[in-house]
């Protein structure tokens, strides 16, 4: 006979709002209503595992933990998308080599920093680690990328940086050989980021709607992309500004093609659909 907490449960309004509302005040996510389902899914089998029948009881088990419990780590990590592909909107790679690096050698700087401001399992940085050493190969020239999310289980996958050789197809084949050592025997189905590649790239837990970011550096080049377009606009624009702050006079930003800031106030200017730059 099935136990009672196995079978299917729904959430109520009441109990949507209050979900709704905690992923917007910790993550900035904004889910309109017809995410009800989407809600109800990602979080129904964190519910069970934890030996609650109800949508309510695992609310009120919420309401009673501080706000360091790990447990909100799980809830926003139960409530983020984390969709990523290698060279994924190659368009912005091409504009990298062929147009941001051109431009970028000419201010005569050594060393190029980079940030990948929602890095998913990585990759993103992985990507722009590829195209970054081939095309800075005998120049002396060194570049470092943070990749940041606030999604701790994608973190580890991107540390890890072993991916399945099914996704192979997704990388021009002048990286293949170089980027990646390839898995024999019982792992043979798997491939793991060089070290070559892997060197530069450091990962970091951030969180993007807490100002100001914990960073020291100041970056030539960000990528922000397929994020915001779960914000609202006064997230996005207190991203960007915060973006903004701890980058470099003559950097850029790159959104995805699917996102604008036309509809805030910003400090970047526009140069083209997804790519603005900062002034001097």
């Avoid at 050594?110 to 990585?122: D, F, M, P, Q, R």
């Avoid at 943070?146 to 099914?166: E, F, M, P």
Wanted: charged residues 25%.
């Amino acid at each position: 006979m099935i136990e009672a907490r196995q079978l299917p449960f729904h959430m109520d309004r009441a109990e949507f709002e209050y979900f709704r509302s905690k992923i917007y005040s910790l993550a900035g996510i904004s889910l309109s209503d017809a995410k009800l389902d989407l809600l109800q899914a990602r979080l129904r089998s964190r519910v069970s595992s934890i030996g609650m029948g109800s949508f309510g009881e695992y609310r009120s088990y919420l309401e009673s933990l501080s706000q360091t419990d790990r447990e909100w780590e799980t809830f926003i990590n139960l409530l983020t998308t984390n969709k990523t592909d290698w060279f994924r909107e190659p368009e912005h790679f091409n504009y990298i080599e062929n147009e941001f690096l051109p431009k970028w050698f000419s201010l005569g700087k050594k060393h190029l920093s980079v940030w990948c401001a929602a890095c998913s399992t990585g990759e993103e940085p992985y990507t722009l680690s590829l195209v970054l050493n081939e095309a800075l190969k005998g120049t002396g020239i060194t570049y470092s990328i943070l990749a940041s999310d606030i999604d701790t289980k994608v973190l580890k996958i991107a540390q890890n940086g072993v991916y399945s050789r099914n996704v192979m197809y997704q990388i021009p084949e002048k990286y293949q050989q170089t980027g990646f050592c390839l898995g024999t025997k019982e792992i043979s189905s798997w491939m793991k980021v060089s070290k070559a590649i892997k060197g530069p790239v450091q990962f970091k837990h951030l969180n993007l709607t807490l100002q100001p970011f914990d960073l020291t550096e100041k970056f030539d080049l960000v990528l922000c992309r397929n994020v915001m377009i779960y914000f609202n606009p006064e997230t996005v624009k207190n991203v960007v500004d915060g973006i903004y702050k701890v980058c470099d006079k003559n950097s850029v930003l790159i959104i995805a093609h699917s996102e604008s800031l036309q509809s805030i106030h910003s400090s970047w200017k526009y140069h083209r659909p997804s790519i603005y730059f900062k002034g001097k």
